[in-house]
């Protein structure tokens, strides 16, 4: 037998990604995703079509410049529970905007871009860094980084998941 | 072989649409102009998927009894500077915990909204969302299972 050929009973379910509606894959109204560049394996996301922009939860936020680019360090708790699991990361600040929050306060945040991985895809996004510690969620996935890809399925949960919790286990 | 390969991609894109029609769901907007009740009166909507629940602008909030049951009387102004008057009882309060850390106590009332042609009883708290753009947010428990959300579209089964 060709190995080459195409085992019969493939369905169209193994073979393409599920629950796909037009050209945009369905996204759970919570996710695990990683950002490769900054060290960030695994961390939950909301998507909140409630936010414009992406939010990651960092706190001692510090600015520095690098060959003239002005640069910033946080450190990440990305696991919910555990506190003494930290990340420090770095990356370029490409601005720094007001942001208002659901609160009705505005603040204002650096924001860096980055690439993530959802699912199969990865892509760069911009996030606003906040240290708001009453933020349940250590990241939350606004529509500006949903709109080419995604479409919400708040029925749902981690449905492009599942590469991430198998493959990638937690290095501390 | 080329031939076989081209027969098996045209199974399985007929297999995707078969699929996406089978659970029939409905693609909204990340803004949406909803009507309440049946009286024709619209709000515009903002669909958040960060939302547990509903809640929705309400202003002069009066509360009275009713046959020994809580009522509450509000009134609503949409985009277009009309008022509406709601008088329902009460379902139940919610604590709802804010960025700042607050609780805060919400009356949360069962509001008839339709969503293009989808026609449900959401359950709405009742909050002073004045400084807010949008007067309704509609949360993740009005929208399963029907609905999934497009945040790169506004207004996609409503007028605008």
């Given at each position: 037998m060709?190995k080459?050929?195409?085992?019969?009973?493939?369905?169209?379910?193994?073979?393409?990604p599920?629950?796909?509606?037009?050209d945009?894959a369905?996204?759970?109204?919570?996710e695990?995703?990683?950002?490769?560049?900054?060290g960030?394996?695994?961390?939950?996301?909301?998507?909140?079509t409630?936010a414009?922009?992406?939010?990651l939860?960092?706190?001692?936020?510090?600015?520095?410049?690098?060959?003239?680019?002005?640069?910033v360090r946080?450190?990440?708790?990305?696991?919910?529970?555990?506190n003494d699991?930290?990340?420090?990361?770095?990356?370029?600040?490409?601005?720094t905007?007001?942001?208002?929050?659901?609160?009705g306060?505005c603040?204002k945040?650096?924001?860096?871009e980055?690439?993530?991985?959802?699912?199969n895809?990865?892509?760069?996004?911009?996030a606003?860094?906040?240290?708001?510690?009453?933020?349940?969620?250590?990241?939350?996935l606004?529509?500006t980084a949903?709109?080419?890809?995604?479409?919400v399925?708040?029925s749902?949960?981690?449905?492009?998941?599942?590469?991430?919790?198998?493959?990638?286990?937690?290095?501390? | 072989?080329?031939?076989?390969?081209?027969?098996?991609?045209?199974?399985?894109?007929?297999?995707?649409?078969?699929?996406a029609?089978?659970?029939?769901?409905?693609?909204v907007?990340?803004?949406?102009n909803?009507h309440i009740?049946?009286s024709?009166?619209?709000?515009?909507?903002?669909?958040?998927?960060?939302?547990?629940?509903?809640?929705?602008?309400a202003?002069?909030?009066?509360?009275?009894t009713k046959?020994?049951?809580?009522w509450?009387?509000?009134s609503?102004r949409n985009?277009w500077?009309?008022?509406?008057?709601?008088t329902k009882?009460?379902?139940?309060?919610?604590?709802?915990k804010?960025k700042?850390?607050?609780?805060?106590?919400?009356?949360v009332?069962?509001?008839?909204?339709?969503l293009?042609k989808?026609?449900?009883?959401?359950?709405?708290n009742?909050v002073?969302r004045?400084?807010?753009?949008?007067?309704l947010?509609?949360?993740?428990?009005f929208?399963?299972?029907?609905?999934v959300?497009d945040?790169?579209r506004?207004?996609t089964?409503?007028?605008?």
């Open positions: 060709n080459n050929r195409m085992p019969e009973n493939r369905t169209s379910e193994n073979r393409t599920e629950n796909r509606i037009s945009k369905i996204i759970g109204w919570r695990w995703v990683s950002f490769p560049d900054i960030i394996d695994k961390i939950k996301a909301k998507v909140d409630g414009r922009t992406s939010a939860h960092a706190f001692n936020i510090e600015e520095f410049s690098f060959n003239g680019q002005k640069m946080f450190k990440i708790h990305p696991l919910q529970r555990d699991y930290i990340v420090v990361c770095e990356a370029a600040v490409i601005d905007r007001e942001v208002t929050d659901s609160g306060h603040e945040r650096f924001v860096i980055t690439p993530i991985t959802i699912g895809e990865t892509f760069s996004i911009e606003t860094l906040t240290d708001r510690d009453t933020m349940k969620f250590r990241m939350l606004g529509r949903l709109e080419k890809r995604f479409i399925d708040s749902k949960s981690y449905v492009l998941s599942k590469n991430i919790n198998r493959k990638k286990g937690i290095e501390k | 072989m080329l031939l076989k390969q081209f027969i098996f991609m045209l199974l399985i894109t007929s297999g995707l649409s078969a699929q029609v089978a659970t029939e769901m409905i693609t907007g990340w803004l949406e909803v009740d049946d024709g009166y619209r709000l515009k909507a903002k669909i958040d998927t960060g939302a547990d629940n509903s809640s929705i602008n202003e002069d909030v009066t509360e009275f046959d020994g049951e809580q509450v009387k509000f609503l985009a500077d009309k008022n509406y008057t709601i009882p009460v379902l139940n309060t919610t604590r709802v804010m700042n850390g607050n609780i805060q106590e919400r009356f009332i069962e509001l008839d909204v339709r293009g989808v026609s449900k009883l959401a359950k709405v009742l002073d004045s400084h807010f753009k949008y007067q947010l509609i949360g993740r428990s929208l399963a299972p029907q609905f959300v945040s790169s506004t207004f089964v409503t007028d605008k």
